[in-house]
């Protein structure tokens, strides 16, 4: 499946003004929304929320109007069409695969929603990118660091990457440099906090990471 030119849906403005997407992923959504608080706060505004968590698509619409007009919110851990079209009805604003699922991709470009499929070697990168991925998700890339996605870009220097799956917050800096077009952040990031750790030790790891971010920019 070849995306149509003009077809592929953008990535959010969220993403690319601070290049993070941080990773809701837990057993129980007790504190989810007091997370997400935090990690607004702190200035994140691209949060994805995943189907491990139980009755994710019920609560992703009660989070998404708790939270700012103006935060991105979307699914993740999406491997079917009917997650899919589930998690675009809910009202989700992105959708995050672990794979390559191309039912989902599907989906997500007949709905104009970003998809972030996930990829490790450069076949699925590109067959990713060719189905109408927005950005590839490079998973999980704590497999091969930096040094794998850099190897990636060589060949397919056109191809946005998002590294994602054990990326440490002190790591962000490098990822950028190897040619990350965003990072993903999950547990590195959150820690404890969503069973029910210190959320003001989170919020100063989010801003650390966006700093990171700000800093890397300047350099550029």
Do not use: N
């Given at each position: 499946?070849l ?10 403005r ?71 079209r589930?998690?675009?009805?809910a ?13 989902v ?17 450069p ?67 959150i ?27 300047g350099?550029?």
């Amino acid at each position: 499946m070849l995306t149509a030119p003009g077809s592929r849906p953008a990535p959010s403005r969220q993403l690319r003004e601070t290049a993070v997407m941080v990773i809701l992923r837990a057993a129980q959504a007790t504190h989810v929304e007091a997370v997400a608080h935090a990690l607004v706060d702190a200035g994140i505004t691209c949060l994805e929320l995943t189907l491990t968590i139980p009755h994710a698509v019920e609560l992703l619409p009660r989070l998404q109007a708790a939270l700012p007009s103006e935060v991105d919110l979307g699914m993740g851990t999406v491997t079917t069409a009917d997650q899919a079209r589930a998690a675009v009805q809910a009202g989700a604003k992105f959708l995050v695969c672990p794979t390559v699922s191309l039912d989902v991709l599907e989906v997500a470009t007949a709905s104009q929603v970003p998809c972030y499929p996930g990829a490790w070697t450069p076949t699925e990168v590109l067959t990713a990118w060719e189905a109408g991925a927005t950005a590839v998700k490079l998973f999980p890339a704590a497999s091969g660091g930096p040094a794998h996605l850099r190897r990636l870009r060589d060949p397919l220097p056109d191809i946005p990457l998002l590294p994602t799956g054990g990326v440490a917050v002190d790591q962000v800096d490098a990822y950028l440099a190897a040619g990350a077009f965003a990072v993903g952040l999950g547990s590195p990031l959150i820690g404890d906090a969503l069973t029910g750790g210190e959320l003001a030790a989170l919020a100063a790891r989010a801003r650390q990471v966006l700093s990171t971010v700000t800093a890397y920019r300047g350099r550029q």
